[in-house]
């Protein structure tokens, strides 16, 4: 079954950039899937950042999407998101995970266990 | 763009019902599936409900999941409520490719 692993600085420091590898174990990146990043700040609700096809097609959240990159590097079976110009509201948890699609529907499933990262001098 | 707004915190008591909803702002709930994703504490998100009403495997179907068009709402019902329901609730669309996430609901199981 598809795992999912997030790795990057837990620190990052003001009107820097946030960046995080999500590996993808046990599945081909390359495979008919969207693969997203969501985020949690600290004691609050879930938010989603973006997603990639394999492709490279992007989707962002539109309040996010001027500071959002989501790549991918088929190579090595993973994706990266990269947050520019972050400030204290962008401490979080951020997840990677897969998008799967049936011929109806998408949800996202599953998750990666999550990385905190807070933006501090 | 829509948003999906949510009760913050319900309770409820061991074998009981509860129901979670979920409103969409503009547009027909039924335009888009709706996902509930089970939130337990220091973990991850995991897939209670896709689709508006369908369970992935795995998952009891002491969980269902409706729409309701007149309401322009989503619902989680969970019955025979289990200590092991206590978590946060999200549900989630998409609103043309992108994704949107209800603010969550807080289940606590008393």
């Known amino acids: 079954q598809v795992q999912l692993q997030e790795s990057g600085p837990g620190l990052v420091k003001p009107s820097g950039t946030l960046s995080l590898t999500c590996a993808v174990s046990?599945?081909?990146?390359?495979?008919?899937?969207?693969w997203s990043w969501v985020r949690q700040p600290p004691g609050k609700g879930l938010e989603w950042i973006g997603e990639?096809?394999?492709?490279?097609?992007?989707n962002y959240n539109p309040s996010l999407k001027s500071r959002v990159t989501i790549s991918v590097d088929k190579s090595k079976n993973q994706f990266s998101l990269k947050l520019s110009s972050v400030t204290a509201a962008d401490t979080a948890v951020y997840y990677c995970?897969?998008?799967?699609?049936?011929?109806?529907?998408?949800?996202?499933?599953?998750w990666g266990q999550g990385t905190l990262v807070t933006v501090s001098s | 763009n829509f948003m999906l707004t949510q009760p913050h915190s319900v309770s409820e008591s061991p074998g009981k019902t509860v129901t979670i909803s979920c409103t969409r702002s503009?547009?027909?709930?039924?335009?888009?599936?709706v996902q509930w994703y089970q939130q337990r504490p220091g973990s991850s998100p995991t897939t209670v409900i896709y689709?508006?009403?369908?369970?992935p495997s795995g998952v009891p179907d002491r969980f269902s999941g409706s729409i309701d068009s007149s309401s322009n709402s989503a619902s989680l019902t969970i019955s025979g409520l289990k200590t092991e329901d206590e978590a946060d609730y999200y549900c989630?669309?998409?609103?043309?490719?992108?994704?949107?996430f209800g603010g969550g609901t807080k289940l606590t199981v008393l």
């Open positions: 989630q669309s998409y609103d043309s490719s992108n994704g949107v």
């Open positions: 689709e508006d009403n369908q369970r």
């Open positions: 046990g599945g081909s990146i390359s495979s008919s899937n969207w």
């Open positions: 995970a897969r998008k799967g699609c049936s011929s109806t529907s998408c949800y996202i499933d599953p």
């Open positions: 990639i096809y394999h492709s490279g097609s992007t």
């Open positions: 503009s547009g027909s709930i039924a335009s888009n599936y």
